[in-house]
């Protein structure tokens, strides 16, 4: 996965074409991933002890991992690699070269 949880990054297509949020879940089998306040769907939930009262909660909905896109310098960018010469492999944004961290 090129994308890690706590990252900011854009939505390129779809519905919510656009949006900016945080990374909250990454699930790499799926590849899918959840996006702080985008796509937001209502849950109808059952009274239980936790919450006697019940009702409607609104939370966010998966979105696929190819309609998301990394924000690096407050523009979105795709993501390569680099072989450094001690051997390791580190992610840089390919409209800047810099070095991705997290």
Do not use: F
């Amino acid at each position: 996965m090129h994308l890690k949880t706590g990252m900011n990054v854009k939505v390129i297509s779809g519905n919510h074409k656009g949006k900016e949020g945080k990374l909250l879940y990454v699930h790499p089998q799926k590849e899918r991933v959840i996006i702080e306040g985008v796509n937001l769907i209502k849950r109808h939930t059952k009274p239980t002890q936790d919450n006697p009262q019940g009702g409607i909660v609104e939370r966010e909905g998966s979105i696929h991992i190819s309609n998301v896109m990394l924000i690096h310098s407050g523009k979105p960018t795709r993501i390569g690699y680099k072989k450094l010469d001690d051997g390791s492999k580190v992610r840089i944004a390919i409209k800047t070269g810099d070095e991705i961290s997290l």
